[in-house]
């Protein structure tokens, strides 16, 4: 939950520097791994997701909910927890505020 302390969205350092820089930016919608696909199949797509968007000169920046934080662009131990989650919320606009 928002304590006043932390921001309500963090953005991934190599996110906030393409940003800064211009580079292009893809976003990934972090439903795939959390409801798209079984595990361990879940992990190995995003992990190729972000790769093809690097080999093609972008920036990934999987979108996620972490302990009621928005996060631009997820650390590789992030993407695994959140592939590890046994049952993730699906989190919409309406659920924010509970999350």
Same mark, same amino acid.
């Given at each position: ?33 959390? %409801?798209?696909?079984?595990? &361990? ?29 928005? %996060? ?15 049952? &993730? ?11």
């Amino acid at each position: 939950m928002f304590d006043g302390r932390r921001q309500p969205v963090e953005i991934a350092p190599q996110v906030a520097q393409a940003l800064a820089n211009g580079a292009p930016v893809v976003a990934l919608e972090s439903a795939l791994v959390t %409801h798209g696909l079984p595990r &361990p199949a879940n992990l190995r797509v995003a992990r190729r997701l972000e790769s093809a968007v690097q080999e093609e000169g972008g920036v990934p920046a999987t979108i996620a909910l972490l302990e009621g934080i928005a %996060h631009v662009g997820l650390s590789p131990a992030q993407l695994e927890r959140l592939a590890g989650e046994s049952a &993730p919320a699906k989190v919409s606009l309406r659920d924010l505020p509970a999350v």
